[in-house]
Nanobody, 115 residues
Framework: VQLVQSGAELRNPGASVKVSCKAS????????IDWVRQAPGQGLEWMGR????????KYAQKFQGRVTFTADTSTTTAYVELSSLRSEDTAVYYC?????????WGQGTQVTVSS
């Protein structure tokens, strides 16, 4: 199983960023995908979840209205897009594919928001 994320991103405040997570080695629609981030010196922060079977999403309240998860079953790739970026969004963003008893992490994508 592999989850390969896109490369580091640098954005200005107010911009948007889209991070990808390419899955392989398992049935893409059999696992949920969560997105989690870790800001410098902070713990892990759960952003939400997508079910690739039907695209159903659940967002953490903190990110509602600013984050969008999508999953493309034809390319087995999940995406997180975060808009209206601010400096506090500087973090490493991770995808996590899981089902009961099993889970796999992407390698992380550094997103830096700075003018």
């Amino acid at each position: 199983v592999q989850l390969v994320q896109s490369g580091a991103e640098l954005r200005n405040p107010g911009a948007s960023v889209k991070v990808s997570c390419k899955a392989s080695g398992y049935t893409f629609t059999s696992y949920y995908i969560d997105w989690v981030r870790q800001a410098p010196g902070q713990g892990l922060e759960w952003m939400g979840r997508i079910d690739p079977v039907d695209g159903h999403t659940k967002y953490a309240q903190k990110f509602q209205g600013r984050v969008t998860f999508t999953a493309d079953t034809s390319t087995t790739t999940a995406y997180v897009e975060l808009s209206s970026l601010r400096s506090e969004d500087t973090a490493v963003y991770y995808c996590y594919a899981w089902r009961v008893g099993l889970g796999y992490w992407g390698q992380g994508t550094q997103v830096t928001v700075s003018s």
